[in-house]
Structures are given as structure tokens and as C-alpha cells.
């Protein structure tokens, strides 16, 4: 299977699945919702506060922003979110690309899969340009969807104990640096 490149517009992907309109009653009766995710941002939010890793001004900010989501949630248009996508997780189906691996879909809303797309290091490019302005959503809204994602796969990479695993070999690539080891003074950091 050709590995795809970062596609400039993502919702070219979108929706592409099969059993479309059965996922989308799931979405609706058993995956879980953007609220859940929002009572789990406010979670992480308190644990990275308590733990010092933000400054109180952009905990502050983050906090406005889920408020602000919470606050806009029933008016928002609903859609069935596949809750990690990206270029891993699209396959080609013939020549049309199709979305593969739904276990962390949810019922969100819409333009929240094209704005957790700019949170993949390779498309970053298209933070400008396929991120903001493209999801039918108010700017504030986008701004507070981002800010979740970016929010909860923080916490995520804190309770898996994956920020380590990077610091590690960003730490290991330094020169300064013969060799890191996970018990390493300089890499380990106390769990959340």
C-alpha cells in the first residue's frame, strides 16, 4: 500500500468510511460524546495546573476556551468524529482513500477531525492553511476545539508515560548527550 502524503485539504477524506450512516447512529447511541471529552479536559487541565507544567496565564486561557466549547456544544453541528486522524489511519481503497481503525470514534462535531489533522507534526505546513477558517465553525470555537485536542493528547502522552520516550531521544540526538536511559535523571519527571 503507497504511504499518502498530507493532503492539503483533509476533509477530501472525511466521512469516507463504510457503513456510513451505521456508524453514525452509534455515534449517537453508544461511543462516547465531546462532553465526555470535555469533563476529561477539565481532568487534565487540573492535573497539568497542580503540577506546575503550565503558566497560570495559558491555564487560564485553556480553561476559557473548554468553558467556551462547553458553553457552545448544543448549538454546534454534530457529526460522527473519528477521533485520531491521520495519515496513518487512511488507507487506499482502489484510488479513493478511506478511513481505517474507528476505536477512538465519538459523537463530536463538526470540523473537529480537521483540526486534530494540524496537531500531526507532519502537517503542520497547513496549520495556516487547511486548519483555520475551513470548518464552518466561529473562529473561537476553532480555536477551543484545538485547544482540547492539543490538551488531551498532552494528558494522553503524559499517562502513558510517551513524553518520556521523546524527551529521551530528543535528549539522546543532542551531542550533549551520549546516551539517555529512561531512569536518567534529566528524563524522568514525576507522574501526574
Not at 503542520?124 to 465553525?137: H, S, V, Y
Request: proline fraction near 6%.
Amino acid at each position: 500500500m503507497p504511504a499518502l502524503a498530507p493532503l492539503a485539504r483533509p476533509d477530501a477524506v472525511q466521512g469516507r468510511h463504510r457503513d456510513g450512516a451505521r456508524m453514525q447512529r452509534a455515534a449517537r447511541d453508544t461511543l462516547a460524546s465531546l462532553k465526555q471529552c470535555l469533563t476529561s479536559a477539565a481532568h487534565a487541565l487540573k492535573a497539568f495546573s497542580d503540577r506546575g507544567s503550565l503558566e497560570p496565564a495559558t491555564a487560564v486561557e485553556v480553561h476559557r476556551l473548554i468553558a467556551l466549547l462547553a458553553d457552545r456544544l448544543a448549538q454546534l453541528p454534530e457529526a460522527l468524529c473519528h477521533g485520531e486522524f491521520r495519515p496513518k489511519n487512511i488507507i487506499l481503497q482502489g484510488t479513493e482513500p478511506r478511513l481505517v481503525y474507528w476505536e477512538d470514534a465519538f459523537g463530536g462535531v463538526s470540523g473537529y477531525d480537521s483540526l486534530y489533522w494540524v496537531t500531526i507534526l507532519e502537517n503542520r505546513p497547513f496549520l495556516q492553511t487547511a486548519a483555520f477558517g475551513q470548518t464552518g465553525l466561529a473562529p473561537d470555537v476553532e480555536r477551543a476545539i484545538l485547544a482540547l485536542v492539543v490538551l488531551l493528547k498532552s494528558y494522553l502522552a503524559v499517562l502513558s508515560g510517551a513524553h518520556l520516550k521523546l524527551r529521551c531521544r530528543l535528549r539522546s540526538a543532542s551531542p550533549r548527550f551520549s546516551s539517555c536511559r529512561a531512569d536518567h535523571a534529566a528524563c524522568a519527571a514525576p507522574a501526574i
